[in-house]
């Protein structure tokens, strides 16, 4: 494996592209494949060869419209092979566990009702629809209710992802680990209005947040264990995706 200081230069296939929302799911992937810091469309980027393949990870912002445009700008600056949409998500189906890899079969946009249908991911066996909404979507009930509609797991950025690559006639696929299930209400709204546009987490309000509500320590400690092994399982599939698709 060779690194690159610059953007890769796209190829006859284009750069395999690794899209996130935020920094920290993809922090152990670019360690693991030693790529190297840039900026891709305006967006923070790591670029290298894999086994003489060009390489990209890039975080693309929380929520459909960041993750809309970032995926555009990414889009027009390089030429892509496929992209790869990674990340934690909330399950609805009881039989998911913390840390399952799911790749779904079929993404839904809440809002326009639109489906989408990945790419494969080479050697898998697509299962599940995932649910893109705007915002927060928790709770037993709602879990319940999605789950009898057919839906397995929701996110709020894979639907956007999804239309952009689909009009720009590139191929995509999906990889989202189980870091909640909605049924265990852990998160409510304040501890989303945490998460920054970049995916960041505003550390002083955590800290105002607990001091309101002490209770809410042990679920942002239940959540931050869960979100670090699923983000490890989440490391090892996209880690193998991206080795077996340069091989191939």
Known sequence: MT?????????????????AAMEA?????????ALTPARVGGRRAWTGTVQGAPVLVATIGVGSANAAGSTARILDAIEVSRVLVAGVSGAVDPALSIADVVVPGAVIDRMSGRSYRPTAPPDTQPSGTLL?????????????????GGISLVDMETAAVAA???????????????SDRLADELLDASMIELLRPDGTIDRAGALRLVARRPSHMRRLVRLGIDTR????????RVRDDVHRSVSG
């Open 3 to 19: 690194n690159a200081n610059q953007p890769p230069t796209p190829g006859r296939t284009g750069t395999l592209t690794v899209l």
């Open 25 to 33: 799911e993809i922090r152990p992937l670019v360690r693991s494949l």
């Open 132 to 148: 893109t909404c705007t915002g927060l979507v928790t709770g037993a009930e709602e879990a319940t209710n999605l789950h009898a």
């Open 164 to 178: 952009v690559c689909e009009r720009n006639d590139c191929r995509w696929s999906v990889y989202r680990a189980i």
């Open 229 to 236: 092994a699923a983000i490890a399982a989440l490391t090892r």
